[in-house]
């Protein structure tokens, strides 16, 4: 994106006031893809979660407003815009109507470095994937906020809850993205997607063990850092009312829940970026363009099946409590995240180029697994409802 | 012209919120405040190319540091009286303080011979980093290592005791 602007502005196109065209063309770009892109996206995500809930609980879900329902998060938006916007009494109210907005910044920053293709990509900053990592931190500063400004016993704790939960569940997910980064020698998203191959046998997540493991840890404490079930002690129905969000109403409260939905995005393309290649696919064609626009194909489609996942697992998994919580990060994945870092080095030194026998012998033993999993489910879809199942027009 | 203004505007957050920081009534108030302070200090890093540096300030002091100096002040028994934990102390001996401190820093200030360096700006900024932290000051690095190494296992110590009794 950058070296398009750049070509365009050297070209002389503009004159002499090349420098501040190239800002305001930048700033127009980013507004469009933030207003355009990420914000729609967490709306039909909330759509599309509910449906796939409804069906999972072999209910129909949300089906009325548009074609299958599909308006419903327009519907949802304009009912939250509309309803009263109340304040308590006893919260403090600078914090509390603050408390939103960084929510809300942690989760359209990371947009930035967000590599959609080999050139759509706002940014490709040096030290992109530091940066995704670190700007979604200032999720927990909101949380606690809107925790304690809103006075209320369970908004304090569930914003308590979910701070420890982050800021617990950060140090495996980030000794999670060292193996990648001591494979690549770079920070950068398009640097770490470039070191990739478009087959799966050259994607990270086949490329020794190690990775593999890390992958998996990472995809779970990113589910944890973004308050999903069965991590979703924070905003616990049964035990908290709706924790830190408690106290909220209106459009204020449906911020919160448009980040949780768009952070799903986040999470995915984090990982498709680090272990699935990224938006490689094989050169099929010399147009630029099209390129382009296969490569934005190819990263949505596996971000959206990651999204999937997740709100499969959501609709799977009971809630964990908050000790096994704890157990889980400090107990299991912060010693097997070191010794997923120390085992990546260790290979690295081995095998410098990376061993291709290993990726093959890696993405059979997937193959056998997936195989074997869509066999089960098959199996079970048999046993129930078929009419609910092979109609999603319902 | 225009780096100078986000300069000044990036400046103008860190010392106001500094400022709130240390005059606000409320302690939690300060402690939110910190929030502006240290993220116009990631501003700063990134106006002067040093990205790296601007992310990790922003994954240690807004991630780490400034989250548990909030659980710090909101677990501590009789927050809900937050204008009693705040209350000015000694003027007198505060004014002395401050005074030193100011006369010391533009001393600093006046004697440091300035010169405009040439502006190179690399475009791998974390490989000097890491070179220099793995050879030419490793001693430090590991120091510092094991430091924070003594301060982990000290941490562990003390939540430990409390158990066993």
């Known amino acids: ?394 | 012209m225009l780096a100078q203004i986000i300069f000044y505007a990036l400046a103008a957050l860190t010392v106001g919120s500094s400022a709130l920081v240390a005059f606000s009534r409320n302690i939690v108030h300060s402690t939110f405040a910190l929030l502006g302070a240290f993220m116009g200090v990631v501003g700063i890093y990134i106006l002067l190319a040093a990205d790296f540096v601007a992310m990790v300030q922003l994954l240690v002091y807004v991630g780490g540091i400034l989250v548990l100096t909030l659980f710090a002040v909101m677990l501590t028994a009789g927050i809900a009286d937050v204008t009693v934990s705040n209350r000015a102390v000694g003027s007198g001996s505060a004014l002395v303080t401050v005074g030193v401190a100011i006369s010391v820093m533009l001393y600093a200030v006046v004697r440091t011979p300035w010169h405009q360096g040439t502006v190179v700006v690399p475009s791998q900024t974390t490989y000097g980093i890491g070179n220099a932290f793995l050879g030419e000051y490793v001693l430090p690095f590991e120091v510092a290592s094991l430091v924070l190494l003594a301060a982990l296992i000290g941490a562990i110590v003390i939540s430990r005791h409390e158990v066993r009794e």
């Open chain 1, 1 to 394: 994106m950058q070296t398009l602007i750049e070509n365009l502005v050297n070209a002389g196109t503009f004159g002499k006031n090349a420098s501040v065209v190239a800002a305001i063309v930048i700033f127009v770009l980013s507004a469009v893809v933030f207003l355009g892109v990420a914000f729609p996206f967490a709306g039909i995500v909330s759509w599309v979660e509910r449906r796939v809930w409804a069906r999972i609980q072999s209910r129909v879900g949300p089906n009325r407003v548009g074609p299958n329902g599909f308006l419903q998060w327009l519907a949802d938006g304009v009912k939250h815009v509309c309803k009263e916007d109340i304040i308590p009494d006893d919260s403090d109210p600078t914090l509390f109507k603050t408390a939103p907005y960084l929510v809300v910044l942690a989760f359209v920053l990371p947009w930035a470095v967000m590599p959609f293709s080999s050139s759509l990509i706002l940014a490709d900053l040096n030290v992109g994937i530091l940066y995704m990592t670190s700007v979604t931190a200032l999720t927990v500063v909101g949380v606690l906020m809107a925790g304690w400004a809103s006075n209320d016993k369970w908004s304090l704790i569930g914003g308590i809850r979910s701070a420890a939960q982050i800021v617990s569940y950060e140090i495996p997910a980030g000794l999670s993205i060292f193996p990648v980064v001591l494979m690549t020698g770079t920070l950068s998203m398009q640097g770490i997607i470039r070191a990739q191959g478009w087959a799966p046998q050259h994607w990270f997540l086949f490329a020794n063990p190690f990775t593999f493991i890390a992958a998996n840890i990472l995809y779970i404490s990113a589910l944890a850092e973004g308050n999903r079930t069965p991590f979703d002690l924070p905003e616990a129905e049964s035990e908290l009312v709706a924790g830190f969000a408690t106290e909220y109403s209106g459009m204020r409260y449906l911020f919160f829940f448009m980040a949780e939905w768009g952070n799903l995005f986040i999470i995915g393309a984090i990982i498709t970026t680090l272990f699935l290649g990224g938006w490689q696919c094989p050169h099929i064609t010399k147009n630029v363009v099209l390129m382009n626009v296969l490569q934005l194909i190819v990263f949505n489609v596996k971000v959206l099946a990651l999204v999937f996942l997740s709100m499969w697992i959501r609709a799977t998994l009971p809630r964990v409590r908050i000790d096994q919580l704890m157990l889980l990060c400090w107990k299991y994945f912060v010693p097997i995240s070191f010794v997923d870092m120390i085992g990546t080095a260790v290979w690295v030194a081995i095998w410098p180029d990376g061993n291709a026998f290993m990726g093959y012998i890696m993405l059979a033993g997937a193959i056998v697994v997936a195989v074997l999993f869509i066999q089960r489910v098959i199996f079970y879809l048999r046993r129930s409802r078929m009419e609910m199942y092979f109609n999603p027009t319902i």
